[in-house]
């Protein structure tokens, strides 16, 4: 429980650990052992890294295309590396709902916040429920699909009261700002 085997095919240059230790240390997942199996016979240079991943908690179902979709993005230059994209395994959101979150946090620290992105990162992942609340709020009120006013309501009374239970008063205030 809580472990996992990632494997990447790579085709061309040998990666670089470098690179690609912080892309999964940025998704919430310490890298217990790395096995690379380099590829004989084909045209060019092909190898297979297979990577023991260690997630300090039970994966949630889903947890492997929401992980896999997250760190393509990244790979792709799509996505950031930072502390959100641990939301992605602690929250199970998708990597775009992360980004919606990083976004905010980043208009807020334009606003003269007194919180640091890490900060704000911490505040997100200890609150997971409300951080699920937020982003469900976030779409219901501009997802022109689904376009219902009464589901913003009720999920924004969830919130508030969701808020009442958290311990920190930084916290609060963070997801206060997000709400």
Do not use: C
């Not at 240079?45 to 929401?66: D, K, N, T, V």
């Not at 230059?77 to 992605?88: A, Q, S």
């Not at 980004?99 to 609150?127: C, S």
């Amino acid at each position: 429980p809580g472990e996992a085997r990632l494997k990447v095919y790579r085709i061309g240059d040998p990666l670089s650990l470098s690179q690609v230790l912080p892309m999964l240390s940025s998704m919430g997942v310490e890298v217990v052992d790395e096995r690379p199996y380099e590829l004989e016979g084909l045209e060019g240079q092909s190898a297979i890294y297979e990577f023991g991943l260690r997630y300090g908690e039970h994966l949630p179902s889903g947890s492997r295309e929401l992980f896999q979709d997250a760190l393509r993005a990244v790979w792709d230059g799509f996505n950031e590396i930072d502390g959100f994209n641990g939301l992605v395994l602690g929250a199970g959101l998708t990597w775009r709902q992360a980004t919606v979150l990083r976004a905010y946090a980043k208009y807020m620290r334009q606003g003269n916040t007194p919180f640091a992105q890490d900060y704000i990162e911490d505040a997100l992942r200890g609150n997971v429920d409300i951080t699920r609340l937020l982003v469900e709020l976030f779409e219901a009120r501009f997802d022109p699909i689904s376009g219902d006013p009464g589901q913003e309501e009720v999920v924004e009374k969830k919130i508030l009261t969701a808020l009442d239970d958290v311990a920190s008063l930084d916290h609060d205030r963070i997801l206060r700002s997000y709400l």
